[in-house]
């Protein structure tokens, strides 16, 4: 529900399904292009480019929902999953060399849109199920590192999540953010824009500065 003291005429601008559903697919194109160009660096035919842009977009999505025991799962009802999957992946196999210098900054940036959407819409949909906040937070993360997991995984990479890098961190200060914002009243899209942007605020300026946790390291003497 949209609360009251805000601006009804601003507010009703926004059909808060309708941005819901927006990010998601703004989720699942940017996932779908970083498991697209991953593949096609390593020299994946067509189908193993669209294989693995399939499991990058809906995998952890799909783990979510499974643990909720929502079914039938989202990507089975609407097919406008699937078509979005299979036309981004397509566009990028057509017109992304595999051999770019711009590779691996392509790929951080797609993974940080999706790791921005797909937190926020994981933890909505546990949400919408009855999950208390710690559970919600969780599945929020699911929902962003199961399919890049699996995507570094056929693609013989290690895994991103398993690095030093700030990603999951991003991920729950992002989700942390969503519910300070919600218990104080805010209006749901203004909580879910700001949520997104702080999330690909962190994992950008985290990429920029090379910010990255250290390794516990017990030495003998």
Same mark, same amino acid.
């Given at each position: 529900?949209? =609360?009251?003291?805000l601006?009804n005429?601003?507010? %009703?601008?926004?059909?808060? &399904?309708?941005?819901?559903?927006? +990010?998601?697919?703004? #989720?699942?194109?940017?996932c779908?292009?970083?498991?697209?160009?991953?593949a096609?660096?390593?020299?994946?035919d !067509? +189908?193993?480019?669209?294989? !693995?842009?399939?499991?990058t977009?809906?995998?952890g999505?799909?783990?979510?929902? !499974?643990?909720?025991?929502?079914?039938?799962?989202?990507? @089975?009802?609407? @097919?406008?999953?699937? %078509?979005?999957?299979?036309?981004?992946?397509?566009?990028? $196999?057509?017109?992304?060399?595999p051999?770019?210098?711009?590779?691996?900054?392509?790929?951080?940036?797609?993974?940080?849109? #999706? /790791?921005?959407? +797909?937190?926020?819409?994981?933890?909505? !949909?546990?949400?919408?199920? #009855?999950?208390?906040?710690?559970?919600?937070?969780?599945?929020?993360?699911?929902?962003?590192?199961?399919?890049?997991?699996?995507?570094?995984?056929?693609?013989?990479?290690? =895994?991103?999540?398993?690095?030093?890098?700030?990603?999951? %961190?991003?991920? /729950?200060? #992002?989700g942390v953010?969503?519910?300070?914002?919600?218990s104080?009243?805010?209006?749901?899209?203004?909580?879910?824009?700001? %949520?997104?942007?702080?999330i690909?605020?962190?994992?950008? /300026?985290?990429?920029?500065?090379?910010? $990255?946790? =250290?390794?516990?390291?017990?030495? &003998?003497?």
């Amino acid at each position: 529900m949209i =609360p009251s003291s805000l601006d009804n005429a601003l507010i %009703t601008t926004f059909d808060p &399904r309708s941005l819901v559903f927006l +990010f998601d697919m703004i #989720g699942i194109v940017a996932c779908s292009v970083s498991g697209t160009i991953l593949a096609k660096h390593k020299n994946f035919d !067509v +189908f193993g480019c669209l294989l !693995v842009s399939m499991v990058t977009a809906i995998g952890g999505g799909t783990v979510r929902d !499974v643990i909720l025991d929502r079914h039938p799962l989202f990507w @089975m009802v609407d @097919m406008s999953y699937l %078509t979005v999957i299979t036309a981004s992946s397509l566009v990028m $196999q057509i017109f992304f060399h595999p051999n770019s210098k711009r590779v691996d900054r392509f790929l951080k940036l797609s993974d940080t849109i #999706g /790791l921005s959407a +797909f937190t926020l819409i994981g933890i909505k !949909v546990a949400q919408s199920m #009855g999950a208390n906040i710690p559970v919600s937070l969780l599945l929020g993360v699911i929902t962003i590192i199961v399919g890049g997991i699996i995507r570094d995984m056929i693609c013989n990479e290690i =895994p991103l999540v398993l690095q030093q890098e700030i990603y999951i %961190t991003a991920a /729950l200060a #992002g989700g942390v953010l969503y519910f300070v914002m919600l218990s104080l009243g805010i209006a749901d899209w203004v909580t879910e824009i700001t %949520t997104m942007l702080t999330i690909f605020t962190i994992r950008m /300026l985290a990429i920029r500065y090379d910010w $990255q946790f =250290p390794q516990i390291e017990w030495q &003998r003497r």
